[in-house]
Every structure is written in C-alpha cells, then in structure tokens.
C-alpha cells in the first residue's frame, strides 16, 4: 500500500496548516478561556475555499478526496490547535453537509450546499438525545405527516455547532411500531423554522471554542421534500455512513492536534534547563518524546489506512472503528506525557498542553464511544 502524497497534496497541506497558524492559532486559547465561537474564522476558512472541501465543484465545494479532506483537517488541526475549531469544522463538513449532498434531492442541494461551502452557513447534525446515546435507535424525537409537511417534536442532545447552525439534519421517529433501527427519517431543517431552538448552551471539559447545545423541536414544520432519502431509513442509510465519515476526516483533526502536541513538548524539552542542561537530554524525557512520536504515527497510519480503503470503496467499518480507539486512548496519553514534560507549567493555562489534554478527551466519546468501537470490532471478528 502506498500512503505518500502528491507534491499537490503536500503543498495543499503546508499551505493549509501555514493559514491556520497565522489565523487560528493566535486566539485559541482566549476562546478557549472565554468558550468563544469566532464568527470571522468561519468567514475566512470560506474565503480560503475549505468550508466545502469534501463537496463537489457543481455545488461550490472544493471536490476533494477523502484522503484529501483527511490532509486539511489534519493541516487545520496541527496548524491552529485549537480542538474546538475542529470540532465545529468536521461537524460542518462530516454531519452537516455530506448527508444534503450524498442524499438531499437536486432542490435540497441547491438551496444549502453553496452557502455551506462558501462560509455563509454553518451546517450540523441531530440523532443523540438525553436518552438516547450510543444506542442511536432508541430515539424518542417524532415527526408526524400532516399534509405535506411533517411535524417533528422531541429533544436532542450535545449538538455540535447548534446555537449557530442555519441548518440542522434532524432524526426523528416517523414509524414508531418499526424496531432494530428502521423507522427513523432524517430531515433537513432550516433553523429559523418555527418550532425549532436551541436550548442551553453546554458548558464543557474541552473543545470550548465549540459551541454545542440541547436542541428543542416542539410543533417544528417541515415541508416533505427535506427528507433525506427514503423514509423509515436514515439510521442504517445515512447516520452510520455519517459515523464513517466521522470515523476518517474528523479522526485526521486528532491527529493534526497530536502533531502540535508533540511540536510544542519538543520545543519545551529544548528551551528548558534543569541541572545544568536541556530537559531533553534526559533519557526519561526523551523516551517520554519517542513515545509520542510512535503513537502519533500509529495514529496517522490507522486514519490514513480507514480513509483510503473508504475512498477506494472497500470495506472500511473495522479499520476505522480501530482508527478511532486508537485515537481515543493515545491523543490523551500524548497529552498526559505533553503536561508532564512541561512540569509545573503543563499544569498552567499558558501553555497548550493543559488545553490539548481537555480537548482530546473527545476523541473517546463524540461519534460513538470507545466501547463501542470495540463492540463493533468484535462484532465483525465473530461474524468472519
Ligand atoms: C462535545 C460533544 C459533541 C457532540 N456532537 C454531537 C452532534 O453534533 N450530533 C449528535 O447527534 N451527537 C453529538 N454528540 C453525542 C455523542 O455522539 C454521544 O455523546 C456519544 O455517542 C455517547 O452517547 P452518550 O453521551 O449518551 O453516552 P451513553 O451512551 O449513555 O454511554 C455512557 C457510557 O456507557 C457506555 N456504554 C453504552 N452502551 C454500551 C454498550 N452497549 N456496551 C458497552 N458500553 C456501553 C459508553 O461507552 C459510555 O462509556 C456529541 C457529544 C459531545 C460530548
């Protein structure tokens, strides 16, 4: 298997992380500190052409390959250390914009994909609810046909980008007597929508920069075209396909933020003397880096392997379930080793490895727990 990249992709993804590290890297731990959204970022990764990337031209995205969208998630990521922006932008990309492309009728994709892809909209996705978690197909949310419309009621929960979402795909129950996942719809919902809000904004560990919220639908109308796909299928269609995407391109932001981890332990091992010398002359410190730098590496090489065995439509479900509990565990153990390379002053919010330690906690959680992951391995392994 050959994992190297074009000169075009290396230069794209240089270019990319130099554009985050001159726009998002500056403020990130003040919208951290703050658990501040910045607008204007969002306006300039649009002008820069990568609100998009996954989307094709036609519809004003950047037509980039999955490995592609790994490389600048991966840039942005390594580039702009901040978790919370990344978490906004794979949201955005993976679960908020994919599924209109991949299933919303040719008016659907007309109506949200340019403003999706230029950096006017802020796209995002809805299935987990207070009650409902890993297990997906225990949603309460209904939506209810009247006419032309459906009528969807019930509460979602921890929704990325929610508070400034202009667009939300919602899974509700439009077959309540359907069992093992069927009867679950997915539709797109314009968050001006009467009926639909969102609730209280969650103050969270990590991530901060990211806004998430509860998401309230109560009598929300929705007109039947903004169904995504055929109705009573969106869990087994279109959320496990959006877990895939989840699973790859947001994965490379764990990576990216890995690499700045590892990048900002090294400088400090080399600027900081105790008895005399570098801590990192050290063998205990230098093991410490060596560590790191495997993980890292076995970390880039799972997502990179689950992205391309996706791009090259094979079968991908276990690698990039493995991609994900690797990530789970090492981004956190990296960061671990990140605060106590720094000392005293990891502990502190002046330097970002007390950030970084907070922000990769999610890679275990968000889009389907490590548990989770490895039921889904094991499931695969019994069934061969
Ligand atoms: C910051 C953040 C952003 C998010 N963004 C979104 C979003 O944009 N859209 C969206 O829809 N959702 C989003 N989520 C939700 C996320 O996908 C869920 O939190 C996740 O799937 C876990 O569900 P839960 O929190 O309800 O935990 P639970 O499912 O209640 O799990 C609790 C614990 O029990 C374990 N567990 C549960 N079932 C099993 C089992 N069968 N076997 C073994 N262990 C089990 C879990 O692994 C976990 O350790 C987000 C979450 C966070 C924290």
Redesign the pocket.
């Known amino acids: 298997m050959d994992f190297t990249v074009t000169p075009e992709q290396q230069t794209f993804f240089e270019e990319t992380r130099a554009w985050a590290q001159s726009l998002i890297a500056p403020g990130a731990a003040e919208r951290d500190r703050e658990g501040r959204w910045d607008p204007a970022l969002w306006k300039a990764l649009g002008a820069q052409g990568l609100a998009g990337l996954p989307i094709p031209a036609a519809y004003g995205g950047g037509g980039a390959s999955v490995v592609e969208c790994c490389l600048a998630n991966e840039a942005i990521a390594e580039g702009g250390h901040d978790g919370g922006f990344n ?1 906004s932008l794979g ?1 955005h990309w993976v ?1 908020g914009t994919v599924p209109i492309w991949l299933h919303g009728s040719e008016e659907l994709k007309k109506r949200w994909l340019p403003g999706l892809c230029d950096g006017t909209f802020v796209g ?5 609810e207070p009650e ?5 197909g225990s949603i309460r949310t209904t939506a209810v046909r009247d006419g032309d419309d459906w009528v969807l009621n019930g509460t ?7 508070p400034i979402a202009d667009v939300c795909t919602v899974l509700a129950r439009t077959d309540t007597k359907a069992t093992a996942g069927r009867g679950i719809s997915a539709f797109v919902v314009d968050t001006r929508t009467p009926g639909f809000s969102a609730g209280r904004e ?1 103050d ?1 560990l990590g ?1 901060r920069s ?1 806004p ?1 919220a509860e998401i309230v639908l109560q009598g929300c109308r929705v007109p039947a075209e903004c169904m995504l796909g055929p109705e009573g299928e969106a869990l087994w269609r279109i959320a496990f396909e959006c877990f895939d995407w989840e699973r790859t391109v947001m994965l490379a932001g764990s990576v990216g933020g890995m690499a700045a981890t590892l990048a900002d332990a090294l400088r400090y091992a080399g600027q900081r003397s105790q008895f005399g010398r570098p801590i990192a002359s050290f063998q205990a410190v230098q093991h410490k880096l060596a560590d790191m730098k495997i993980n890292l590496e076995t970390c880039r090489m799972a997502v990179y392997r689950a992205a391309w065995l996706k791009q090259e439509g094979l079968p991908h479900q276990t690698e990039a379930s493995i991609a994900k509990v690797l990530i789970g565990e090492l981004s956190v153990r990296n960061a671990l080793e990140a605060v106590q390379i720094h000392g005293g002053y990891g502990y502190l919010r002046d330097f970002p490895a007390e950030r970084a330690l907070r922000d990769s906690k ?1 890679s275990a ?8 992951q490895k ?1 889904v391995i094991a499931r695969a392994l019994l069934a061969e």
Not at 132 to 136: Q, W
Not at 156 to 162: A, D, Q, S
């Open positions: 978490l949201a679960i995002s996705w809805a299935s987990t409902s978690g890993s297990d997906a979602k929960m921890f929704i990325t980008n929610g969650l969270k991530c990211s998430t999610l959680i968000g889009g389907g727990t490590t548990e989770i039921t």
